[in-house]
């Protein structure tokens, strides 16, 4: 079944009573009981299906959970409260049984280096950074680091760089690493990383998949050797997504690939206008032909679907000038975020790598004239404008 379909389908119409539903109800309840006590007991020691308790599962979840499971085409997905709660427990996930080791992408979001360095590293568990697009670096960085995760980003936040995934996993699993790929900027239009050697898959729902700006969550999808042991980690501690929430987003998905390929199309055109806009001094952009991973992206992303992000570099600016281009701004959002149907416009250095020290920043290129473009799906005449009349 093609993932369109997949999107619309799958995870709905289950039966409750005499009738279907023909989407996945809201389920308020926290608690469920049964016919009998022996009936709860089963359910409970997970030898019979059904629900007891939310933390454990509740029926809307885990219709949103088998829809992303279709989508990812992995064995099971749990979801999770946020993006970030996903990214934590997909990492514990990955390490157990394994040692306490992390060989990190340099280029990641920056609320993911900060769990990496400021939570994970006073628990003892250290983190490598490296240079994920330069498989020599990786294939060192693997038998110093000893690794018992790999962490990465398909389309790395924010200056959107591609991994040769595949070939990152075949290191990873020949040295008995867990591979943890946050598909969140690619989403599974683009990119199915389990089918590439990945061996569990996050999301920050709030963005693509929710799609409209109004839920908070995140998805972990895993194979069959993590899936017991996200679980188990998940009725302990409960980062676990609400029923409101899971309903929104199993609504959001439905629109998921129509969404996709006009925020593609309406960010490869922008970014050709903007490449040749004289206000600025560079443009990232997956399907710019002189983009440095353009091979790996031919051979991994669908031709003409390259992500709806675009970043760029304003000529000769500071803090202050970026502000004033951005207060500019009439029809684009400037707020953190993305994803969403409409655009958004976000300062890196403010934002989604605020926490990330500066020289830090520096290495990884991220300079204090850098924004990050997230396109919607608005008429892209309209989009133009509103850049052209804040460029100046």
Known sequence: MRIDTQAVHAGDRKKAGPEIPVTTPIHAAVSYFHESMEELDRVFAGEQPGYCYTRFANPTTAALEELVTALENGHGTLACA??????HIALLAALAGRPRSILAAE??????????????????????FVDICDLGAVERAVAQAQPGCVLLETISNPLLRVAQLDRVAEMARAAGAAVVVDNTFATPVLVRPLELGANLVVHSVTKFLAGHGDVLGGTVTSDAAHYETLRTLAR???????????????RGIKTLVLRIQRQCANARRIA?????HPALQRVYFPGDPAHPDAATIRRLLPEGLYGALVSFELKGAGRAEVFRFMDRLKLVVRATSLGDVHSLMMYPAMSSHREVAPEQRARMG???????????????????????QALG
């Open 366 to 388: 991220i300079r204090d004239n850098l924004l990050r473009l997230s396109a919607g799906i608005e008429a892209l005449p309209d989009l133009l404008a509103d850049l052209a």
């Open 272 to 276: 050709e206008w903007l490449n040749a």
């Open 236 to 250: 302990a501690y409960g980062p676990v997504l609400g029923p409101f929430e899971s309903y929104l987003t199993m």
């Open 82 to 87: 946020s993006g970030m709660s996903a990214i």
């Open 107 to 128: 280029a990641l979001y920056g609320a993911t280096i900060v769990v990496l360095t400021k939570v994970f590293a006073p628990l003892g568990i250290r983190t490598t």
